[in-house]
Every structure is written in structure tokens, then in C-alpha cells.
């Protein structure tokens, strides 16, 4: 069996205060536009961004890595799930799609 | 009205303070995460996709209006404006800030309420019948010994770290409106042959990615034995339940790994062996919380007024034929408020509904208010005469929606709009469900149908005993509902059988469409039930509407 290609990764993560999303950039900063991350292109860098990430324990909650993919506006979700942490709930125009 | 005495005041107070000091060393760091997590869950406070969530116990569902009225305070101050209702009798923030959850608290111990073992291997949040007290065809309030679980499970010393959560439900009615037959351990009261009261102890139930119905390890236990039966219950449980898998942590794989004569066996030892140290100190506790269940003084004002306004108004006459229910006192009734307005969100309540809700249960209710494990709250006690009165001020604020027990009447938990555990949104998905069968104008001939979704394999929704129940999954990064035919919840409770593939999310609304359609042709009568027909016809007519194409590949 052929190994699959990474698939490109972000960080994502809570944060510790107010506990919504955000996203790990170039600059060891946390993002609440998940176009200003960091796209991870790397396995070996991935696996060192995650752990980086796991020792900023005093500003996020939970970080894990998540696919991702390029865009002209930034990395993009993949899947439904981070678009959804991306926006909001689709209830009520509450959280990020507020501007939040 | 159950009040806090000294102890339980005290206690609440010293669990806020210790909380806002674990809080505090969690923000300047010197607690980390994998430390302070499992302190804030078990003051109920959860990480979801967008915030923090914050789940409050309303035990056994009862409320009084300075209650609601402080929900409705923490819902605008520290929340964005509303709370959501669940089918546990909780009420749960979506929105609080990690800072100010223990002003949230103390807010909350204010009025005597807490966020204590609603989450943990603990046992839960005690629920009960959410008619209790009220209803007509109860033998006694099951309130007073959900309060005695509450008071004897709180902080108890040996079942802090159980193998899994532990949820409890009781029920004074033969008609189960409890659940209880899907609880880790269900209470179901009856009357032994020499006509006193005690109860049939249900044990293993649970839904879950492994679904079971309960079942009777013990069809009568005495009144006086009960908290002995049950902490020779759980203390089995501790013992035997595996801790090598969550999976297969729950009572309910106990039960059906070992066998319930087994189980019932070892029970029965333990409790032997246990009962005579209790010396009847529970039964002196249980007296004075009774007391304190007394039944409110029902007035008397006569029909005429009520009789009048039914005869006159015919959309009153609607609401009362779906929302009322028969109370024990024949000019009172228990009304259902919905809090299901077609394509509202489900469980949830505005902190102007709240109020609203307060008021009315303050002037006219007697001061008591429940919430249903069906996500709508109760005025248990109205004298009918004051029913005209709180149907147009109910109306007035989008909450006198005709529904209840209808196709629109759908329990929802919260999915992938909140939960950090779901495959897929389940609100959305209620949401238009109940505002298409508004369009067709057709639920009040479809009838009695209960729908209910959960956004994942842990069933928060209740799926498996909705009549038609829906499992939001994830298909290889695709929305897709899964649907489950025959589940039933109450005293004849089953587990709802699946239809086969699921659907995506633009097909959903359409095939449950396509399954109210063959209800529709295949009933007996109008009276016979959508879960009646199935129960006669079975699968096959539902699921040649649900999947048409292979009906004609057969039939070709
Ligand atoms: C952050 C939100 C929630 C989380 C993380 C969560 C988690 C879970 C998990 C993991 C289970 C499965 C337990 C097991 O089988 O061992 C479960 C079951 C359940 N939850 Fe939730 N839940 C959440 C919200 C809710 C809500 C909003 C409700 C009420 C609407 C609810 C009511 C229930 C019920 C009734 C079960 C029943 C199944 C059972 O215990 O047998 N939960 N929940
Ligand atoms: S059923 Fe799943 S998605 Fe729904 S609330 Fe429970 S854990 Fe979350």
C-alpha cells in the first residue's frame, strides 16, 4: 500500500478565555480568521507546529491539527465541521459570521 | 417547593468558591488544562465549537418564577439572550465567558440552583415526570424521593468516580412520560397487593451507540428500602462495570455482559448485607421533604368562563385539545407551553419568554413550572377559568404554538451547531421539518407523531425512541440522516429499527415527507396512530416510499 499525500494542515484550537475558535499563524500568534493562519505543507512540520501549539497552554484550549487547503483569501476548510467553527451556528447569526 | 437548608446553602457556596478559585489558577497558569478540566466539568461547564457551554440542573424539571426569572437574568447579562432546554431537565448557556462562569454561579446558588455532577462519571441530574404532582393518573408525586436520590447521590463519597455517567429517572404514573425504561436506572411507582406504594426498579436501559431497554430487576421495592436497593445498585455497578473501555462502561453492558440474574443476585447480597446500617435516617429526611411537596390549595372558580371562550373561540379550542393534559383536580388543568414555534430552534427560550413564563406562573400557576424531557415547559396547575388569559398573553410572545405531541413537537439536540462531538447538525434539520409540514397545513390530521434527532451515535436526541427518529452521520465529509422507524419511549418502550441508507441533508426533509405520505394511505382510521400503523404493517410500506427506485428495480 502507497502512503496517501499529506494533506495540508492548520492548527486550530479554543481559546482559553472566551473559548471560540481560533487558528496558529506564521508568527506563533492565534488568529480568529482562519485565512491568517499558518498553511502546514510538512508532516514532520506539522507535528512540531502541534506541538508548539500544545504548549500555549495559557492561551488556548485543545489544540489539534486540521486539513486545510489554499486559497487566494488564505487556508480554507475542508470539511464541514471547521467551516462551521469558521462561522458560527447556523441557528442564529451569533459567534464569528457576527464578526464576534 | 423543595428550599435549600443550611447544609445544602453552604454546600453550594463552598463548591462557587472553591470553582472561582480553580478558575483563577487556570487563567494565571498555574493550573493547566488537563488539571482544570476535569474540575470545570464537574461544576458543568464544557468546551464546545464556538464557546464555552454551561449546563445547569433543574432537578426533577421543577422550577418557581424566581428561578426562571434569574435564568432569564444569566441568559442576558452573561449569554447572549436565550437558554436551551434539554431532554435531561437541564438548561444550558452556549455562550459564557470562562470568567464570569462562577458569577453565573453564584448567581445561580442565589436562587438555590447549581451546576454540580451535571456532567462526570457521576450520577446525574435525578429526572422525573415532568406532570408530577399534577397529573391525574399518578399514584403519588414522585418529586419528594427524586429529591432523597438527589440529596443521597450529591457528593457521595464512593460514587464520585464511577465507571461511567449514571442517570436516574422516576415516575409516579403507570404512563411513563419519564423515559424511564432508557435510564441507567428507571423508578417506576406501583402499589404491591396490599395496596402501599413502592416502586419497579428498571436497570440497564440506555441509548447510546449501543441502544437497550431496561429491565425489571426488582418489581416491587418497598418505599422505606429504596436508597438501600439503590446504593447496592451502584455499588455492584462500581465493582463490576468495566473501566478498560468507555465503550462498555455503562450499566447497560454490565447488565447484558454478566446477565441481569447475575446482577440481580449480587444486588440482592449487597443490599441484605447493607440495610439494616441505614437505620432509617432517610425515611426521617424523606418526611421533611415531603412536607415541603405539599400540594398548592386548588381554588374554586367554576367552568362557565372557561366553557364560554371555548365555544367562541376556535383557535383556543385548537391549543387546548393538543397543549392541555388532564390535571388530578377536574377545574384545573396541566398546560404544555410549546416552545417548538414552527422553525424555531428546539428547547430554546428567549429571557423575554422566560419572564413572560414567570409572571404567568407566579399569577396564575401557583407559582410552579416544570420542564419536559421533550423540550417545552409546563404550568402544571392553571384553573381552567384563568386558561383564556394565558392563551393571549401566551400568543402574544410566539408561545401559544398548537403542537404539542405533533409532527413539529420534534426533540432536537444541539449537533453540529454547538457540539464539539457531533457528525452533523441536527437544528437545522428540525427546523425544516416543522416549517414544511406548517406549509402543508397537515400535522393536526397526521396526529400524535414524535420525531427526534441527535447529531451523533450518543443519542442526546432521544432517536432511538422517536417514532421516526434521525441520526445526523458524516459521510466522507457529507451531511447524512440516518432514520430509525417504531421507537417509542414510553411504558411500552422499543428501540426504533433502522430503514437502511441514509440521505443527505437536501433529502431528508423530502423522505420524511414521503414517510407521513404512507402513514397517510396505509392507516386504519384517523385514529389509528402513525406508530400503531407501523406496528401493524411493519417496515415494508415505509420503506417503499423511502426508497422508490428500489421498489421499481424489484418490480421490474
Ligand atoms: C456539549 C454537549 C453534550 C455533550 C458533550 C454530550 C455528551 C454525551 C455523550 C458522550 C453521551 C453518550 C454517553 C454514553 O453512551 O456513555 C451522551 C448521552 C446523552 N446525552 Fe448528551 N451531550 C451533550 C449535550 C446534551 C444535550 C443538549 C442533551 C439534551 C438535549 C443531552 C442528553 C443526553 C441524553 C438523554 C443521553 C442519552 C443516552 C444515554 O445516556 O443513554 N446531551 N451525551
Ligand atoms: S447526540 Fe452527539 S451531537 Fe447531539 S448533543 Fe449529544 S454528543 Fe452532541
Not at chain 2, 399514584?139 to 464511577?162: G, N
Request: charge should be negative.
Amino acid at each position: 500500500m502507497t502512503r496517501r499525500p499529506f494533506a495540508p494542515k492548520v492548527v486550530a484550537a479554543n481559546d482559553l478565555l472566551d473559548g471560540d475558535a481560533v487558528w496558529l499563524t506564521e508568527e506563533d500568534t492565534w488568529t480568529r480568521d482562519m485565512g491568517e493562519a499558518e498553511l502546514i505543507e510538512d508532516e514532520a512540520v506539522a507535528d512540531d507546529r502541534l506541538l508548539f501549539a500544545l504548549g500555549q497552554a495559557n492561551f488556548v484550549v485543545g489544540p489539534y491539527l486540521v486539513d486545510a487547503k489554499a486559497t487566494p483569501k488564505g487556508p480554507a476548510p475542508t470539511h464541514f465541521r471547521e467551516a462551521f467553527r469558521m462561522r458560527g451556528p447556523s441557528n442564529y447569526p451569533h459567534g464569528k459570521q457576527a464578526g464576534e | 417547593m423543595y428550599h435549600y437548608n443550611d447544609f445544602d446553602e453552604a454546600f453550594v457556596r463552598e463548591r462557587v468558591a472553591q470553582f472561582r478559585g480553580q478558575v483563577e489558577r487556570r487563567i494565571d497558569g498555574s493550573l493547566t488544562e488537563d488539571e482544570f478540566k476535569p474540575l470545570r466539568l464537574m461544576n458543568g461547564l464544557y468546551l464546545q465549537l464556538h464557546a464555552y457551554m454551561l449546563r445547569v440542573a433543574i432537578p426533577y424539571g421543577t422550577l418557581n418564577s424566581r428561578q426562571m426569572r434569574q435564568l432569564a437574568m444569566i441568559a442576558d447579562r452573561w449569554d447572549k439572550g436565550y437558554g436551551h432546554f434539554t431532554t435531561r431537565q437541564n438548561i444550558q448557556f452556549n455562550w459564557p465567558k470562562l470568567g464570569e462562569v462562577p458569577d453565573i454561579l453564584e448567581a445561580l446558588a442565589d436562587v438555590e440552583m447549581h451546576a454540580i455532577q451535571t456532567s462526570g462519571n457521576t450520577i446525574r441530574n435525578v429526572t422525573a415526570d415532568h406532570f408530577a404532582g399534577a397529573a391525574a393518573d399518578e399514584i403519588a408525586d414522585p418529586r419528594p424521593v427524586a429529591e432523597l436520590i438527589r440529596q443521597w447521590s450529591t457528593d457521595h463519597p464512593e460514587f464520585q468516580f464511577l465507571p461511567r455517567k449514571f442517570k436516574i429517572a422516576v415516575t409516579g404514573s403507570p404512563n411513563d412520560r419519564a423515559v424511564t425504561r432508557a435510564h441507567d436506572i428507571g423508578l417506576r411507582m406501583v402499589r404491591n397487593d396490599a395496596g402501599e406504594p413502592g416502586f419497579e426498579v428498571i436497570v440497564g436501559g440506555g441509548l447510546g451507540r449501543t441502544p437497550m431497554i431496561g429491565q425489571v430487576i426488582r418489581d416491587f421495592v418497598a418505599q422505606q428500602d429504596l436508597l438501600p436497593y439503590l446504593e447496592a445498585i451502584v455499588s455492584v455497578y462500581n465493582l463490576l462495570g468495566r473501566r478498560d473501555n468507555k465503550y462498555k462502561a455503562r450499566i447497560k453492558i454490565t447488565v447484558a455482559e454478566n446477565g441481569i440474574d447475575e446482577i440481580r443476585a449480587r444486588v440482592e447480597a449487597q443490599f441484605e448485607q447493607s440495610k439494616a446500617e441505614w437505620g432509617g435516617f432517610d425515611q426521617e429526611l424523606l418526611a421533611r421533604i415531603e412536607h415541603s411537596f405539599a400540594p398548592p390549595v386548588f381554588k374554586r372558580a367554576g367552568l362557565e368562563k372557561f366553557n364560554a371562550n371555548l365555544a367562541a373561540n376556535g383557535a383556543f379550542r385548537a391549543w387546548c385539545d393538543t397543549n392541555l393534559s388532564e390535571h388530578r383536580d377536574p377545574e384545573h388543568a396541566i398546560v404544555t407551553v410549546s416552545i417548538k414555534a414552527h422553525g424555531a430552534t428546539p428547547g430554546d427560550a428567549s429571557s423575554t419568554q422566560m419572564r413572560v413564563l414567570a409572571d404567568l406562573a407566579e399569577r396564575l400557576g401557583y407559582d410552579e413550572l416544570r420542564i419536559s424531557h421533550e423540550q417545552n415547559v409546563i404550568l402544571p396547575h392553571v384553573h381552567k377559568s384563568d386558561l383564556p388569559e394565558i392563551y393571549a398573553t401566551l400568543r402574544d410572545h410566539g408561545l401559544a404554538t398548537a403542537n404539542v405531541g405533533l409532527i413539529s413537537d420534534i426533540i432536537a439536540c444541539p449537533g453540529m451547531d454547538y457540539c464539539a462531538l457531533a457528525t452533523a447538525r441536527s437544528i437545522p434539520v428540525a427546523q425544516e421539518i416543522a416549517t414544511r409540514f406548517d406549509e402543508l397545513k397537515l400535522e393536526h390530521e397526521i396526529g400524535p407523531l414524535k420525531i427526534k434527532i441527535s447529531g451523533c451515535i450518543n443519542a442526546c436526541g432521544h432517536h432511538h425512541v422517536g417514532h421516526i427518529g434521525i441520526l445526523g452521520l458524516d459521510r466522507a465529509g457529507v451531511e447524512n440522516y440516518q432514520i430509525t422507524l417504531g421507537g417509542d419511549g414510553t411504558e411500552t418502550a422499543t428501540i426504533g429499527e433502522r430503514t437502511g441508507p441514509g440521505f443527505p441533508a437536501d433529502e431528508i426533509v423530502p423522505a420524511v415527507e414521503r414517510l407521513v405520505g404512507a402513514y397517510l394511505e396505509h392507516r386504519k382510521s384517523e385514529e389509528e396512530t402513525f406508530l400503531q400503523t407501523y406496528r401493524r404493517l411493519g417496515m415494508d410500506p415505509f420503506k417503499a416510499a423511502l426508497y422508490p427506485e428500489k421498489a421499481q428495480s424489484r418490480a421490474a
